[in-house]
């Protein structure tokens, strides 16, 4: 299989505008089978658009756009990807059974339903009514819909908001034994947790442009802050008044320190605490990361550009 064949969703260029609002400008991405891209952004960033470009819900006014080669509202693409959107309007009189029947009735090869209910967690909700169901229950019969084509290309659009932690862990296993069978997953979420447990890579969007594309660690590479962790004496609001310190504070015997000067704000400690122990420095998180770029892309792009969808 080449590159080109790999590739199984593609915006390359692609500028969209709602009169004089840019929503997308110049914007590009691509997925590869087997890999999780998680695209991430502020509200109004241009992730909406880009979804609905892919899932053939808008046209681009320029640039490509396609699912597995071919123009998104090709039935043949259509009937390869698998769809959980954050709000889903399901007929609520429906069980769950019936649901997921009705559903995979529109796929060639569609996975059994015990196999569906299965990976998402709903065996014993099948005879209930759908609108009978909580909210996190909700989510995972729509998870069960969206796997339940054996797509080849999964859309999840914050998938485990209103999940308890069990739900949420049985969902990302899920998604682990998909791509495991090749299917290609776009994550969007606001756990940024997510993200870094879950993406190979992660496409960052602010007023729509991509700001960034790589891995997590190339993304956490980009910024200097960290993390300062020891046990120590000095006091911490003191520490936080030295330059380059953004926070300081004590959790029970230990000093934790973010800096941007990491080796300097290092060598004050040891000075001002010669018994100083179990020093750790980390780089920063991704919802670190993902905040100061974020913040320096709304501040260089101008004004006019952001989104309206």
Not at 33 to 45: D, S, T
Not at 191 to 208: K, S
Not at 210 to 226: D, M, N, S, W
Request: proline fraction near 4%; include cysteine; glycine fraction near 8%.
């Amino acid at each position: 299989m080449t590159v080109s064949e790999q590739v199984v969703a593609r915006l390359a260029g692609v500028e969209k505008r709602y009169g004089r609002l840019v929503a997308l400008d110049n914007a590009g991405l691509q997925l590869r089978r087997g890999e999780l891209l998680a695209l991430l952004g502020p509200n109004g960033a241009g992730k909406t658009t880009a979804i609905s470009l892919l899932l053939g819900l808008l046209r681009a006014d320029a640039g490509a756009v396609e699912l597995f080669g071919r123009d998104p509202r090709d039935v043949r693409a259509r009937r390869r990807i698998g769809v959980m959107l954050q709000h889903a309007e399901l007929p609520g009189t429906l069980r769950v059974g019936e649901l997921l029947r009705l559903i995979a009735s529109y796929y060639p090869a569609p996975r059994s339903m015990a196999e569906s209910a299965r990976m998402a967690g709903v065996d014993d909700l099948l005879a209930r009514p759908y609108a009978k169901l909580s909210g996190g229950q909700q989510r995972r019969v729509q998870f069960a819909l969206a796997l339940c084509g054996r797509p080849e290309l999964l859309f999840l659009d914050e998938p485990t908001v209103g999940m308890d932690i069990e739900a949420r862990q049985r969902l990302w296993a899920a998604i682990s034994q998909l791509r495991a069978e090749g299917c290609a997953v776009l994550l969007t979420t606001h756990y940024l947790e997510e993200a870094e447990a879950l993406a190979d890579r992660v496409c960052v969007m602010a007023r729509g442009r991509v700001i960034h594309e790589g891995t997590v660690e190339a993304l956490r590479a980009r910024i200097a802050t960290r993390r300062i962790r020891c046990v120590s004496t000095v006091d911490a609001g003191v520490v936080g008044g030295w330059p380059a310190v953004t926070a300081a504070e004590r959790r029970q015997d230990r000093l934790h320190v973010t800096t941007d000067a990491a080796e300097a704000v290092v060598r004050r400690l040891l000075d001002a605490d010669p018994q100083l122990s179990e020093l750790e420095v980390q780089r920063a998180g991704l919802a670190e990361a993902f905040t100061e770029l974020t913040r320096e892309a709304e501040q260089g792009l101008p004004e006019t550009r952001r989104e309206v969808a």
